[in-house]
């Protein structure tokens, strides 16, 4: 009995991480990218770091809304591929590329005529305000090719296939590294564009992803295809998948501001130490967390769709465990190394002192969020959105803000009750998803939309 639960334990194992490491590199390449923007701006001064870092908090907005109708695709996709109905998977990927590139027009607006204003109502000083500023309003330029690049990514994978998306993104985020060292640098005979040629490399690898993915999709190099819209009920059905995981990304953008406000209320040197050390965990176990998420997310989706509902809870957990056991490790290794981590980007050394601060809480809160991203993920192709919503702002309300607030400003407990927040913020999180996973509504709710949409198992 034991040895057939450990061999289905390993099955499971064996197929997510089979799903899992393309996404796991196309991420790990992903965030080399974000990397190598901070290490190279680290270069040019502590305000131009946090200048891209407070820039950053806008340029992540369209990509939460890129993530949340990507959550809504990548559900009825893995799911419709389990249940074999291809005519409603690519229907609802068609609806949500068009959506997205509608979604991403707005933003393009805001960066060209309100940049330099947005870090500006941060508190942020005026050589900060003028380098995010410039940043932005590049990045922001390719909003609708960034929500079309995640969106036809996450439909591919849906269906099984996870490899495409990691072979173009792979040669996206390497000429976005390259690019940025070039520009920014002015290697060569190519003139040293500083903060303008880091923001162009990025735009650069945001519309070349969004071009290829589309041209993949559309050339039959993957199991789907385009078609004309026509079902109100996909639509409805994607947008109400969709709908909490954009609330979530909207409110926690909301929240990010006076976030990073109180950062600011303790220095530059602070906020940048902030972005420092949280890159560290982007680059090195942040990977990790959203391979298994996206594992998680296709392997449930299709159990559910297979009509195994039981199946596809064990293989929640199963992953879950995965996350667990490899990426706390990596947050043991972080901790111990943190100090050396940080400093490849910066020879400061109050900022370096700091970084290793917000670093080693990272690694600290490492299990706690494995475990919240793989069930949120497991739960999103299940069609429930809005639990991971409540758990992440709440967690976000009561840790980063509250804790950093009160104890740390009130208080008078300064920088160390920050570090406290953001393990208190993943703790509170990871509790919330683990209870509404384990409770199961999502399976009820993926039927009944299931049968909605005529996407029951073995119908065509």
Do not use: C
């Not at 509504?441 to 065509?460: F, L, N, V, Y």
């Amino acid at each position: 009995m034991l040895s057939g639960g450990r061999q289905r334990l390993f099955g499971v194992w064996r197929r997510v991480f089979g799903l899992s490491w393309p996404v796991m590199a196309e991420q790990f390449l992903r965030t080399l990218m974000r990397t190598t923007d901070v290490a190279v701006t680290g270069l040019f001064s502590p305000a131009a770091v946090a200048a891209v870092g407070l820039a950053d908090l806008y340029a992540r907005l369209p990509l939460r809304i890129g993530l949340g109708l990507g959550s809504g695709v990548i559900a009825l996709s893995s799911q419709d591929t389990g249940s074999g109905a291809v005519a409603n998977r690519n229907e609802a990927i068609t609806q949500a590329v068009i959506l997205g590139a509608l979604a991403g027009i707005p933003f393009v607006v805001f960066g060209v005529l309100f940049g330099q204003w947005g870090i500006r109502i941060l508190g942020a000083e005026s050589e900060v305000v003028r380098l995010g500023g410039i940043y932005l309003a590049i990045i922001l330029a390719t909003s609708p090719a960034r929500h079309v690049a995640v969106v036809t990514a996450r439909s591919i994978q849906g269906a099984g296939d996870t490899r495409t998306p990691m072979y173009v993104n792979a040669v996206s985020n390497a000429f976005n590294i390259a690019g940025t060292v070039v520009l920014g640098l002015g290697l060569g005979p190519i003139p040293e564009l500083h903060i303008v040629g880091v923001g162009l490399a990025t735009a650069f690898g945001n519309v070349f992803s969004a071009l290829v993915l589309v041209v993949a999709i559309w050339s039959h190099r993957t199991p789907l295809s385009f078609v004309r819209p026509r079902e109100w009920t996909i639509t409805t059905q994607l947008l109400s998948i969709s709908a909490p995981r954009i609330l979530e990304g909207l409110l926690t953008f909301v929240m990010e501001f006076p976030f990073n406000a109180i950062l600011l209320l303790f220095g530059t040197e602070v906020n940048a130490a902030y972005q420092i050390g949280r890159r560290v965990y982007q680059q090195i176990t942040a990977p990790l967390s959203r391979g298994y998420r996206t594992g998680a997310s296709i392997v449930v989706g299709q159990t559910l769709g297979d009509g195994d509902p039981e199946g596809a809870r064990f293989n929640g957990w199963a992953t879950a465990l995965l996350g667990l056991v490899t990426v706390g490790a990596l947050g043991a290794a972080v901790f111990v190394g943190a100090e050396w981590f940080v400093g490849f980007f910066s020879d400061d050394p109050e900022t370096v002192r700091y970084a290793t601060g917000f670093a080693r809480a990272y690694a600290l809160a490492a299990p706690f969020t494995v475990l919240y991203v793989v069930l949120a993920g497991a739960l999103t192709s299940g069609s429930d959105t809005r639990t991971p919503l409540v758990g992440r702002v709440t967690g976000m309300f009561v840790g980063m803000l509250g804790v950093s607030y009160v104890v740390g400003v009130q208080w008078g407990y300064g920088v160390p009750a920050i570090y406290a927040s953001i393990v208190v913020y993943y703790l509170w999180a990871m509790a919330y998803v683990g209870v509404g996973f384990y409770r199961g509504a999502w399976i009820e709710r993926t039927q009944a939309m299931m049968d909605e949409r005529g996407s029951t198992p073995g119908e065509k």
